[in-house]
C-alpha cells in the first residue's frame, strides 16, 4: 500500500539484511495501541506481549488507563491503551518512544503525541472512518489534529477497524481490538497458534462462540495486513535457554505471596493494588488460603496482625492513601512484634492524587509514617521477577525477625508485563508449622537476645505461655512497664534487628563501573531505565555508573565507600524534588527526592536528586539528559 | 484456614485437673474501687470456671479505655490493641485459629464511637466471637469526655454545657444490622444475670454482642443508681430460651415475655423507655458465620508446591 513503510520510523540502527524485501529486521521495537476506554486495547497488547514473550523476545509492557471509567469517548483524555517494546534481548523499561501506533482515533493519538510518547518518524495504523464522517464536528476535529501534528514526520496509514470487522459484529466497536492483533500478529510474524492459545486464556470465562468469534476477527486483521500492509518488522529472538513465564507485577506478587507459604491476604479494594487479590482470589482457595476483604484499610491491617499473632502467615496489601490509615496498626505490629508484610503498590499522591498512575512517593512515608520510633524493613522489587522473590524474602524476614516488612511495588511494575526464568519452588520458602508446644519453664514473650533483639514467639495455644500481647511499654515478659530503662531497652530491641538484618545483606554491585564520575542510584521500578540511561551515557564515553537499592531500610552495606569511588552521586526517582534554579530555592532549603534525602541523612553525604512526577515511567532519554547536564555542571558534586 | 494445627501436632492439650477461679487470675485489676469493669470480671472469670475453657486456647483481645485493660487481669492470651480496633483484630485471630475461644472487650468510645464502622461489620460478619460492650456513658480513661452513649445533657470536660445530642442506642443500632445474631444486655448491679448472659452468649455459634451497662465511680458514678436501687426499675426479659436465672427472675419481677427470635420486638424493647431492660433480646443461631463459610481445607507444603507448579505452567513462556 506504501512504499515508504519499509523504513517506518523503526529503530534500524542494527538493521540487518532483510529476510524479504519488505521486512525490517530491528534488535528491538516499541508498538502502542491506544483507543477509547473500554475498546479492549489492552487485550490486544496482552495477548500480543505475551505471545512474543513466548517466543523468546524480552518485553516489557505498560498500560495507558484514563483516570475516569467512562471518559467522553474521542477525547484526549479517553485515551486507554497499552506500549509494549519488544527486543531480541532482555527489556527492561517501556524505552522512549512508540515507533509503531495502533490508534483507533485520532484524539486518542493526540494525547499521546502531546505527551512526547510517538517517535518522529513514527508510523500510525489509524482508523478511517473519522476523516471522512458525514459529522461535520468529526472531520473538523480530526483535521485540527493533523495541523496539530503535522509538524512531525508520522506516516498515517488508514485501516477500516470498524468497516471490516462488521463482517462480524453487529457493534463493530467491540470487535476490532482483535482486528489489531490480527494486524499485529501479520506485522511481527507472530505464530497464529500461540495467538488463539492466548485469545483463549483470555476467554475462558467466556462461550466457545466468544472465542471463535474473537479468533475469527484475529484472522480477519491478519488477512487484511497480509494483503494491504507492506509492513513486516522482525525482531529476532533467540530461543530462550532456560523455561520462562511471563506476568505482570501484581500476578507475580500474588504468586510469590503463595510460593512463599502466605495464607491469608487480608485487604481493601484500592488502585493499583487490587489486582493482587484478585489474582489470588481466583486460585488462593485451592492452596488453603483465603483472600479477606475488609471493611476497611485499617480493618483489613488489624485482621492480617490477628490471624499473625495467632500463627497464620498472613499480609495486606494496599497503596498509599491506605499506607495512611493503617500507621497506627502497623507501629502495633512493631511494638507487639507480630510478624506482617504490608505491599505497598504505589501511586502518584499525596492525596487522592495519580490513582493509576506510578511514583515513588511512599518511601519515606513507609520508613518514618509512625508516630514513635517504629523501625521496619522495607523493601522495594525492581523487576517483575523480584515482584516474585521479594514476597518470599519479605515473609522469611518478618517470621524470622519478628517484624514489619513493607515491599514498595508501584504501578510500573503492577500492569507490566516481562517474562522471567520460571522460579524452581522450594519447600524450604514456606514457614514451618505453627509449634504449639508447651513453652518451656521460665520462657517469657519477649526473652529478647542482647545484641541482635531477637526472641523466639509464643502463640496462643501454647500450654503454659499465656500472657497479655500488648501496645503498651512493656518489658520481657510482656508485663506494662513506663519505667525509663524498660521502654530504653524496648526500642533499643526493636530497632536492634535491623542492624542484624544489615549484618546478613550483601553490599549491592554498581551496573556499567565500579568507579567514575557519576554514580546514578535508584530503587524500584526505574532500575531498568536507569540502567538502560547508564549505558547509552557510557556508549558516549561518560564515566558513569548505576546503582540500584533493594532494601531502603535497612540500608545496604558499604554505600559509603561505594559512592566513595564516584566524584558525585545522584539518585533519579519518580517523586517529586525541588528544582534547584526554581526561585527561592537554595541548597539549604531544597526538598530533595526520598532516596536522596534518606542517603543524605544516613551517609552524610552531599548527594544529589533529578527527579520527576509525570505519572508515568521515567523514559531512558530523559534520563541520559539529566546525567550529561549533571556532568556538565561544573560544580561538585 | 487450617483446621486448629494443635490436632496435626498432636499437643496443646488442655490441662487436665479442673480450673478453679484463681488459675484464671492474673495480677491485681488497677481499675478504680466500684467500677464496673471488676464486677465483669468477676463474672467472665466464673464463666471461665463454669465452661472449663482451656486457658491456652483463650483469647481476650481489647481495644483502648479502661475496658482495654481487661486481658491483662485474665490468665489465658490476651490482644490489647489498640483504640478502636479490637474487633478486626478478634476477626483475625479467629480467621487464623479456628480453634481458639475468642473474647472482644471494648468500652463505648472503643466500640461505639472509633471503632463503629468496624462494630456494624462485625456483626454482619457473625464470626464466632463473644464481644462485650462495657458500656459506662463516658470515657473515664481520659478523664471525662462525652462519649456516643453519654445522656443528653450531661456535663463532661468537652461538653461542659452538657452533651448536645441524644445518645445512640447501642441495642438498637447491633439489631439494625443484617445477620445479627445474638444480642443481649446486662448490668454491672446484678451479677447473677450478667453471668447468665456471658454463658448463654459464650454457648452461641457466632457473633455475640452483649452490652454491659454500668458505672463509672468517678464520672458517671449515679448514672445508673434508680434502676440498680429500685428492681422495679429494671425490667427483666424473659423466656424460655432466653436467659434464665431464678434467684434473679424471684428478685426482679418486672419482667417482661420476650421471645429472642422475635426480631420485631426486639427492635422494639430495645427503644429507649423509662425503664433498663436487660436480657436475651435476639438469637438466630442459624445465619452464616464469615468464620465457617470462609473456612478452606489445610494443604500440606509439598500439596501447595505441586498445585503452584500447575498455576505456574499458565505463565509458561
Known amino acids: ?637 | 484456614m487450617s483446621e486448629s494445627p494443635c490436632s496435626l501436632l498432636g499437643c496443646g492439650q488442655d490441662d487436665e485437673r479442673r480450673l478453679e477461679m484463681e488459675d484464671y487470675e492474673s495480677g491485681l485489676p488497677r481499675w478504680c474501687s466500684g467500677c464496673g469493669d471488676h464486677a465483669v470480671l468477676g463474672a467472665v472469670e466464673r464463666l471461665l470456671v463454669s465452661e472449663q475453657l482451656p486457658r491456652e486456647r483463650t483469647v481476650f483481645v481489647s481495644g483502648i479505655g479502661c475496658s482495654g485493660r481487661f486481658p491483662h487481669y485474665v490468665n489465658t492470651y490476651g490482644f490489647h490493641g489498640i483504640h478502636g480496633r479490637a474487633l478486626p483484630i478478634a476477626t483475625g485471630v479467629k480467621l487464623g485459629r479456628s480453634d481458639l475461644n475468642v473474647f472482644a472487650v471494648m468500652g463505648d468510645g472503643d466500640c461505639c464511637s472509633i471503632g463503629a464502622g468496624h462494630w456494624i461489620h462485625a456483626i454482619r460478619y457473625n464470626v464466632d466471637m463473644v464481644a462485650l460492650l462495657l458500656d459506662n456513658n463516658v470515657y473515664g480513661l481520659t478523664k471525662n469526655q462525652t462519649s456516643p452513649t453519654t445522656p443528653q445533657g450531661w456535663k463532661t470536660n468537652t461538653q461542659p454545657e452538657g452533651s448536645y445530642l441524644p445518645p445512640l442506642n447501642p441495642l438498637s443500632a447491633t439489631l439494625g444490622v443484617t445477620n445479627a445474631s445474638f444480642v443481649a444486655q446486662s448490668c454491672d448491679w446484678v451479677p447473677g444475670h450478667l453471668y447468665q448472659t456471658l454463658r448463654a452468649a459464650q454457648r452461641h455459634r457466632g457473633f455475640s454482642f452483649v452490652r454491659v451497662l454500668q458505672r463509672c465511680p468517678v464520672f458517671t458514678p449515679a448514672i445508673f443508681d434508680s434502676a440498680a436501687r429500685k428492681p422495679a426499675e429494671t425490667q427483666l426479659l424473659v423466656h424460655e430460651r432466653g436467659v434464665r436465672d431464678p434467684e434473679v427472675e424471684s428478685i426482679y419481677t418486672n419482667q417482661v415475655l420476650h421471645d429472642p427470635s422475635d426480631l420485631g420486638q426486639a427492635r422494639r424493647l430495645a427503644e429507649e423507655s423509662g425503664v433498663v431492660r436487660i436480657g436475651l433480646f435476639y438469637c438466630d443461631p442459624s445465619l452464616p458465620q464469615y468464620d465457617k463459610t470462609r473456612h478452606v481445607p489445610h494443604r500440606t507444603t509439598d500439596e501447595k508446591l505441586a498445585l503452584l507448579e500447575s498455576e505456574l505452567d499458565r505463565y509458561v513462556a
Not at chain 1, 207 to 212: A, D, R, T
Open chain 1, 1 to 637: 500500500m506504501n512504499d515508504s513503510t519499509q523504513n517506518a520510523g523503526l529503530d534500524t540502527r542494527e538493521q540487518v539484511e532483510a529476510p524479504d524485501a519488505s521486512a525490517v529486521t530491528c534488535s528491538e521495537s516499541t508498538v502502542e495501541i491506544v483507543s477509547d476506554a473500554g475498546e479492549g486495547a489492552q487485550k490486544c497488547g496482552q495477548i500480543f506481549a505475551t505471545v512474543s514473550a513466548r517466543t523468546g523476545n524480552g518485553v516489557w509492557t505498560v498500560e495507558i488507563i484514563p483516570a475516569e471509567i467512562q471518559p467522553p469517548p474521542r477525547t484526549p483524555g479517553s485515551a486507554s491503551g497499552v506500549r509494549i517494546r519488544l527486543g531480541s534481548e532482555r527489556v527492561s523499561n517501556w524505552g522512549d518512544a512508540a515507533q509503531l501506533v495502533i490508534a483507533f482515533n485520532e484524539q486518542v493519538l493526540l494525547s499521546r503525541h502531546r505527551l512526547g510518547a510517538l517517535a518522529e518518524d513514527a508510523t500510525i495504523l489509524i482508523e478511517d472512518l473519522w476523516a471522512t464522517h458525514k459529522d461535520e464536528a468529526v472531520r473538523r476535529a480530526w483535521a485540527d489534529a493533523m495541523d496539530e501534528m503535522g509538524g512531525r514526520s508520522y506516516r498515517f496509514i488508514q485501516v477500516p477497524y470498524e468497516g471490516a470487522c462488521k463482517a462480524v459484529m453487529d457493534n463493530p466497536r467491540r470487535g476490532k481490538n482483535m482486528f489489531a492483533l490480527g494486524l499485529l500478529a501479520r506485522i511481527y510474524g507472530l505464530d497464529l497458534e500461540l495467538v488463539r492459545e492466548q485469545i483463549a486464556h483470555k476467554f475462558r470465562r467466556k462461550s466457545q462462540e466468544v472465542y471463535e468469534r474473537n479468533v475469527q476477527l484475529m484472522e480477519l486483521g491478519v488477512s487484511w495486513a497480509g494483503a494491504q500492509l507492506d509492513l513486516r518488522i522482525d525482531v529476532p529472538a533467540p530461543p530462550p535457554e532456560q523455561a520462562m513465564v511471563v506476568m505482570n507485577g501484581n500476578q507475580a506478587l500474588a504468586m510469590g505471596a503463595i510460593a512463599s507459604g502466605m495464607e491469608l491476604c487480608s485487604m481493601y479494594p484500592i488502585t493499583p493494588a487490587t489486582s493482587v487479590s484478585h489474582h489470588l482470589g481466583e486460585i488462593f482457595t485451592r492452596f488453603g488460603g483465603i483472600v479477606h476483604q475488609a471493611e476497611d484499610e485499617i480493618a483489613a491491617v488489624g485482621v492480617a496482625i490477628g490471624a499473625s499473632y495467632t500463627g497464620k502467615v498472613a499480609f495486606t496489601v494496599t497503596s498509599g492513601p491506605g499506607l495512611a490509615l493503617k500507621s497506627e496498626s502497623l507501629a502495633l505490629a512493631v511494638m507487639t512484634e507480630t510478624p506482617l508484610v504490608v505491599v505497598d503498590v504505589q501511586r502518584g499522591g499525596p492525596s487522592t492524587g495519580l490513582p493509576t498512575k506510578v511514583e515513588q512517593s511512599d518511601l519515606l512515608a513507609a520508613l518514618f509514617g509512625q508516630p514513635g520510633d517504629a523501625p521496619k524493613v522495607v523493601l522495594a522489587p525492581s523487576t517483575i521477577e523480584e515482584c516474585f522473590h521479594c514476597m518470599i524474602t519479605a515473609r522469611r524476614i518478618a517470621e524470622e525477625l519478628r517484624c514489619v516488612v513493607i515491599v514498595l511495588s508501584d504501578a510500573n511494575l503492577a500492569t507490566g508485563v516481562q517474562p522471567f526464568p520460571r522460579p524452581g519452588l522450594d519447600a524450604r520458602w514456606h514457614a514451618p508449622p505453627p509449634d504449639l508446644t508447651p513453652v518451656p519453664e521460665g520462657a517469657r514473650a519477649y526473652d529478647w537476645d542482647e545484641r541482635s533483639g531477637l526472641s523466639a514467639r509464643i502463640l496462643p495455644g501454647q500450654p503454659g505461655g499465656m500472657h497479655t500481647t500488648t501496645g503498651l511499654a512493656h518489658d520481657e515478659s510482656s508485663k506494662v512497664n513506663y519505667a525509663p530503662h524498660v521502654n530504653q531497652r524496648g526500642c533499643a530491641m526493636r530497632s536492634r534487628k535491623l542492624a542484624l538484618l544489615q549484618r546478613t545483606l550483601e553490599p549491592p554491585t554498581p551496573h556499567g563501573a565500579e568507579s567514575g564520575e557519576l554514580l546514578v542510584v535508584g530503587w524500584g521500578s526505574t532500575r531498568g531505565a536507569i540502567e538502560e540511561a547508564v549505558d547509552r551515557a557510557r556508549s558516549r564515553g561518560l564515566a558513569v555508573a548505576a546503582l540500584n537499592l533493594t532494601f531502603l531500610s535497612p540500608l545496604e552495606p558499604d554505600l559509603k565507600q561505594i559512592f566513595g569511588r564516584f566524584r558525585r552521586v545522584m539518585t533519579v526517582e519518580i517523586n517529586y524534588s525541588d528544582d534547584p534554579g526554581a526561585d527561592f530555592i537554595t541548597w539549604e532549603n531544597r526538598r530533595r527526592g526520598q532516596l536522596c534525602w534518606l542517603l543524605r541523612a544516613q551517609l552524610a553525604l552531599d548527594i544529589d536528586c533529578w527527579t520527576q512526577v509525570p505519572g508515568e515511567p521515567l523514559r531512558p532519554r530523559a534520563i541520559v539528559g539529566a546525567i550529561e547536564s549533571k556532568l556538565a555542571d561544573g560544580e561538585t558534586p
